[in-house]
């Protein structure tokens, strides 16, 4: 009977690992909405920049110099709308904060919308984070699908500052 029971509640504690695909972000973002699909990134998918600051189209480019240098291939920048695009857009959200981002990843384009260009940077490095990790790859890799999950995230720094801060005053070296 004990060993039924250790059994029972074993697989019920187990199934739930098995029944979710998690996406696997750092720093964890504050809401990850999953859904069915994939976006592909091919040489046809533009990348597009709406609005007129240089500093989001610093961003884009960011994405472009990375897929150059693992996938072999360079999207072309504009700023029509469009399908089969990545979209970086600035808009007026006050909940997000300066460096706060929105990135909707789906079948036919992604979004990536925040307040301040260091938003849409912090939404990037989720991004990348989405495609294989082949991306951060220094050579050419071929033979790869840069496919991204269906998803929607929200994230705001929960904190003021990102990563450790350091009192060194407290500790004095000699010459």
């Not at 897929?67 to 999207?75: D, N, Q, S, V």
Request: glycine share 6%.
């Amino acid at each position: 009977m004990k060993k039924l029971f250790f059994s029972i509640l074993f697989f019920v504690a187990i199934c739930p690992a098995f029944s979710q695909q998690k996406i696997n972000i750092i720093p964890q973002p504050a809401e990850v909405r999953l859904g069915t699909g994939e976006f592909v990134v091919t040489p046809s998918t533009t990348i597009v920049v709406l609005g007129s600051d240089p500093e989001v189209k610093r961003v884009a480019s960011m994405l472009n110099m990375e897929l150059k240098r693992a996938a072999g291939f360079e999207l072309k920048i504009g700023n029509a709308p469009s399908k089969n695009a990545i979209h970086f857009k600035l808009l007026p959200e006050v909940a997000l904060g300066k460096e706060g981002y929105r990135l909707r990843v789906g079948y036919e384009d992604v979004e990536i919308s925040a307040n301040q260009p260091a938003g849409l940077f912090y939404g990037l490095q989720s991004l990348l984070q989405l495609l294989p990790y082949q991306i951060e790859s220094k050579t050419l890799v071929t033979n790869i699908k840069w496919n991204i999950p269906v998803v929607e995230i929200k994230d705001v720094p929960r904190f003021g500052w990102r990563g450790q801060m350091l009192d060194v005053s407290r500790h004095f070296f000699t010459k």
